[in-house]
């Protein structure tokens, strides 16, 4: 399932989705805000491409499904749509303006790997024009030797 069929799943605030990827079983968006004030485990919030907005979502282990989540299962009621959806009827237990200021307030966690991307990338093209510019034939070996160290200082500051 991906997630814009996963989000479809969303539109009633009364009931809380939760999908199974690998061994964790994840929550979006207002289902995640619900997970995050119950257990207050961490959300990341990242820019999805294929859909073209940011998606919150919470994850946990199967294994605290089964304990931890146990007893909020039996006062709500838990139904199995498959053995990678489980359906949960709480109520409308979110507030939305609540959630949008909380998903508003969140960092996106793939910024940071984005900008240390464009960091690296600047960096490589910022040695390979120092190396380009050496002038290797005037040079002598003292020469190239501190060029070497200046190109290693520049990479492990």
């Not at 294929?50 to 039996?74: A, H, K, M, R, Y």
């Not at 959630?99 to 464009?118: D, E, G, R, V």
Request: aromatic content about 12%.
């Amino acid at each position: 399932m991906n997630i814009t069929e996963k989000l479809e799943f969303l539109k009633n605030p009364a009931d809380l989705h939760l999908f199974k990827e690998g061994v964790f079983w994840v929550a979006y968006e207002h289902n995640a805000y619900f997970i995050w004030k119950m257990k207050g485990y961490k959300p990341n919030k990242k820019f999805i491409k294929s859909i073209q907005q940011e998606v919150v979502s919470v994850g946990f282990p199967e294994n605290v499904l089964q304990t931890q989540f146990l007893d909020f299962q039996l006062q709500y009621g838990t139904r199995y749509i498959s053995e990678n959806h489980i359906l949960i009827e709480i109520g409308n237990q979110t507030d939305q303006n609540e959630f949008q200021k909380w998903k508003n307030a969140l960092k996106n966690t793939n910024n940071t790997n984005q900008i240390s991307i464009n960091t690296l990338l600047q960096n490589e093209k910022t040695l390979a024009e120092q190396i380009l510019h050496f002038d290797l034939s005037n040079a002598t070996p003292i020469d190239c030797m501190n060029f070497i160290n200046q190109l290693k200082s520049s990479i492990n500051p």
